[in-house]
C-alpha cells in the first residue's frame, strides 16, 4: 500500500489498480489483472505471460536493460522507517550498516543495500533482511526483530499514518522514478500507453489518482511528460546491466485440485485444528525445466496465521516447458474462528521466486458457531515423507513399487483399523486404489509405505498422488513423479 493491497474483501485495490483500469477505460480493452512474484515479473513479460507489469515498478539501468517504460507516473523518495523509541535521524545512508534492516524482495531497495552496504563489507549480509510483502517487515519492526525498515516515501507515510509508535527517520538518498513496464520491442503497445498515460498526465487524471490514493500534497512527485525508458537519476553507483538468463522460469495457476474457493467468494468450511491437504495444478510457462530443487514456498497471507503450519514443498522430478503438474501442501486449520487466505510462490535453484502467485483460502467459522475445541493441533505437520523407490526411471508397461517412508509426528498413535493411503490425483498407475494400514504406527515410529504401479505404456514424466487418511481426515500427501522410458 497504497499502491496495491488486499482489502477485507479479499480484492486487489490501489493507486496501480485504478490507474490500469482508467487505461484500460481509454483505450477500450478489457484489463484482466493476476497476481505475480515482484521478482518474476521480468520473466512473464520476457514469455508473454503478461502484457504489462503495474507495480510501483521503478526504472533502474539493470531493469531498462530487460524491459521498456512508459511514462513516469509517480516520483518516489527512499524512506527509512523506525520505531518511535529508537533513534532520531538516519542522514547518512551508510549509517544503516549497523542496524537490521528490513527491505522488500526483489525491490531497489534491496539492490541498494546489497550493493552499497553488503557487497562492500561495511554491512553484515546476516543484518539485511527481504520481505516478500512490507507489512511482514512493518510487523517485525513492530516486534523489534529489525531496527528499520527502507521503503519508499509513499509506502512509509501510509504505514507512519496507520500504526502508532512508528516514524520515519530518513528520506532522500535516491529517487524512484515509477512508471508501467513492457517487453523490449513492443512499440504499438508503448505508443499507445505512452499516449493515453499523457494525456492523464496533462488533463489533471494522474493528479487526481494521486491525491486520491497517496497523498493531497503533491508537491514534487507528479512527473510532467517526457521521453521515457531512461536510467533514472541516482546519487549512488549505477546498478550494472544484468547478464540475459540462459532461460526464463515461469508459472501459471490452472485449477484448484482441492478447495476451491471461487476466488475467495465461497472460502471452504475446515473444522478449527483439522489437516486437510491443499492442492494446485500448476503448468511451467517458462524455457526453463523445473527440478526437484524448485520449491513451493509460503509467501504472505491476510492475517498472521494464514501459513497454517504450511512446509516448503520441493518440486517432485522435472517439469519440463510447458508440462502440468499438482502440486500439495498439508496444512492444519487455526483454531480461530476467522477467514484465512495463504499464498504461495515458486521458487527456483538461486531462491527467486517466478510465476502467478496462488493462494488457499478456507473459513474456519461454521454457519452456526460452535465453541472452538480446546484440543490443540500439533506444531507441524502430522507426517514426514521421504521418497525411497523408485529412484530410476522404469519402462514403459513395466511392474514397480512405490515406495514412502512416513514418520508419525501427529502426536498421537495411528491404528491399524483407523487409518489408510489412498491414491487422490494424478495418473493413475496403480493396480489397487486403497490400502489398510498392516499395523498400528506409534507416535514417533516410521512406517514403509508401498504401492504396486503399472507404467503407462507410453514414455513420459508422470505424476500421480496419495494420501494417508482418517475418516474424512487427510494427513499427508505421498507424492511421486515417474519417468517412462521405451523399452
Not at 13 to 41: C, H, T, W, Y
Not at 161 to 182: P, R
Request: with cysteine; proline share 6%.
Amino acid at each position: 500500500p497504497p499502491f496495491a493491497s488486499v482489502d477485507s474483501n479479499f480484492q486487489v485495490v490501489g493507486f496501480d489498480m485504478a490507474l490500469i483500469e482508467e487505461i484500460g477505460k481509454r483505450l477500450n480493452i478489457p484489463i484482466e489483472v493476476q497476481n505475480f512474484s515482484f521478482e518474476g515479473l521480468p520473466g512473464a513479460l520476457q514469455i508473454n505471460q503478461i502484457d504489462l507489469a503495474v507495480a510501483a515498478v521503478s526504472i533502474t539501468p539493470e531493469r531498462a536493460s530487460q524491459m521498456t517504460f512508459s511514462p513516469v507516473y509517480y516520483v518516489n523518495q527512499t524512506a527509512i522507517l523506525a520505531r518511535s523509541d529508537s533513534m532520531s535521524s538516519i542522514t547518512d545512508f551508510n549509517q544503516l550498516a549497523a542496524f537490521r534492516v528490513g527491505v522488500q524482495r526483489g525491490s531497489t531497495y534491496e539492490s541498494m543495500l546489497q550493493t552499497q552496504l553488503v557487497d562492500t563489507g561495511l554491512m553484515s549480509a546476516d543484518k539485511l533482511l527481504s520481505y516478500v510483502q512490507a507489512d511482514e517487515a512493518i510487523r517485525d519492526l513492530q516486534a523489534k526483530r529489525v531496527d528499520l525498515v527502507v521503503i519508499g516515501q509513499a509506502t512509509a507515510r501510509h504505514y507512519n499514518a496507520q500504526y502508532d509508535g512508528l516514524k520515519i527517520v530518513g528520506k532522500g538518498f535516491e529517487q524512484q522514478d515509477l512508471a508501467i513496464a513492457m517487453r523490449l520491442e513492443t512499440p504499438r503497445l508503448k505508443a499507445e500507453i505512452d499516449r493515453v498515460m499523457n494525456d492523464m498526465l496533462t488533463d489533471g487524471t494522474m493528479l487526481s489518482l494521486i491525491q486520491q490514493y497517496i497523498q493531497s500534497d503533491v508537491t514534487d512527485v507528479l512527473p510532467t511528460p517526457r521521453p521515457t525508458n531512461l536510467p533514472a537519476a541516482t546519487a549512488l553507483s549505477p546498478v550494472s546491466t544484468a547478464t540475459p538468463p540462459k532461460c526464463w522460469d515461469g508459472m501459471k495457476f490452472v485449477a484448484d485440485v482441492t478447495y476451491p474457493d471461487n476466488n475467495m467468494k465461497n472460502p471452504p468450511f475446515v473444522k478449527p485444528g483439522d489437516g486437510f491437504v491443499k492442492t494446485w495444478r500448476v503448468q511451467n510457462t517458462g524455457t526453463c525445466t523445473w527440478t526437484p530443487k524448485y520449491r513451493l514456498v509460503y509467501a504472505y497471507g491476510n492475517v498472521a496465521g494464514a501459513q497454517m503450519n504450511g512446509q516448503p514443498v520441493n518440486i517432485i522430478g522435472n517439469v519440463l516447458p510447458g508440462q502440468t503438474i499438482d502440486l500439495s501442501v498439508t496444512l492444519i486449520a487455526p483454531q480461530e474462528a476467522l477467514t484465512y487466505q495463504g499464498f504461495w510462490q515458486i521458487e527456483n535453484i538461486d531462491g527467486r521466486r517466478f510465476g502467478q502467485t496462488i493462494w488457499v483460502g478456507i473459513t474456519t467459522q461454521s454457519e452456526a458457531e460452535t465453541p472452538p475445541s480446546t484440543v490443540q493441533p500439533p506444531s507441524g505437520n502430522y507426517c514426514q515423507v521421504t521418497l525411497a523407490a523408485p529412484r530410476d526411471s522404469v519402462t514403459v508397461k513395466s511392474s514397480f513399487d512405490t515406495v514412502w517412508t512416513v514418520k508419525n509426528i501427529s502426536g498421537a498413535d495411528w491404528s491399524s483399523d483407523s487409518f489408510d493411503y489412498k491414491y487422490i490425483s494424478g495418473t493413475e498407475m496403480h493396480e489397487k486404489a486403497v490400502y489398510d494400514f498392516a499395523q498400528t504406527v506409534k507416535d514417533g515410529e516410521s512406517i514403509k509405505i508401498i504401492v504396486d504401479m503399472l507404467a503407462p505404456p507410453t514414455p513420459g514424466i508422470y505424476n500421480t498422488r496419495w494420501a494417508i487418511v482418517s475418516g474424512g481426515k487427510t494427513l499427508c500427501i505421498l507424492a511421486v513423479s515417474v519417468t517412462v522410458e521405451p523399452k
